[in-house]
């Protein structure tokens, strides 16, 4: 591992409430499982650090608050970030149903707004027994709209680490694809050339 390759990355949990976006983070980050836990107001940040392609990554993860009353201000939390995790709750349909506003919400405040940003959908809850959104209805939403789907437990910790470093893992090619734009955009410049400035 090269040591001198550091990222810091800025991730995101949204989704409805209640559908276990506290549960997954700490299963996580910390291997914890509560069954109870308080309604996250805002959002709450939680740090991880994991180590990709030879460059270690600090993952400061912002666990937002699902209720419908914070939404204009948990969107503030979306600015900035290099990747989404859209979870829902297999057992609950209204939680799949508003994944399309949540995804739209997060996309609107990407500047610039492009399609390249990565998302991952996690279809949490899995290990109830009283499933409402059959597997085949989530693959194909994401299916059509390009992003990687998840079955996953926070209590019985299935596919949690691999849905967030499957997430970690497309958010650094961003990061890295961004880098490299913004060197090739300098090098076009020979030194002491201004910058053309537009009208």
Not at 73 to 97: H, I, M, N, Q, R
Not at 119 to 134: C, E, F, T
Request: charge should be positive; charged fraction near 25%.
């Amino acid at each position: 591992m090269n040591p001198q390759k550091k990222v810091d990355l800025k991730l995101i949990i949204v989704g409805a409430l209640g559908v276990g976006k506290t549960s997954l983070l700490h299963q996580y980050v910390h291997k914890m499982f509560h069954e109870e836990y308080q309604t996250t107001l805002g959002a709450s940040i939680l740090s991880k650090s994991i180590t990709l392609n030879d460059t270690t990554l600090k993952l400061q993860i912002w666990d937002t608050g699902g209720q419908e009353r914070f939404r204009s201000t948990v969107s503030t939390f979306y600015k900035g970030s290099d990747g989404c995790l859209l979870a829902f709750d297999v057992t609950d349909l209204e939680s799949f149903e508003a994944l399309d506003i949540w995804r739209g919400d997060v996309l609107a405040k990407i500047i610039p707004m492009e399609q390249s940003y990565p998302m991952v959908v996690l279809g949490n809850k899995i290990d109830l027994a009283d499933r409402k959104v059959p597997q085949e209805v989530a693959q194909g939403w994401c299916k059509e709209k390009g992003m990687p789907y998840f079955e996953v437990s926070a209590k019985n910790n299935i596919n949690v680490v691999e849905a967030f470093e499957v997430l970690a893992s497309r958010a650094l090619s961003r990061y890295q694809g961004i880098r490299e734009n913004h060197l090739t955009d300098s090098i076009k410049l020979s030194p002491g050339q201004p910058r053309r400035r537009c009208c």
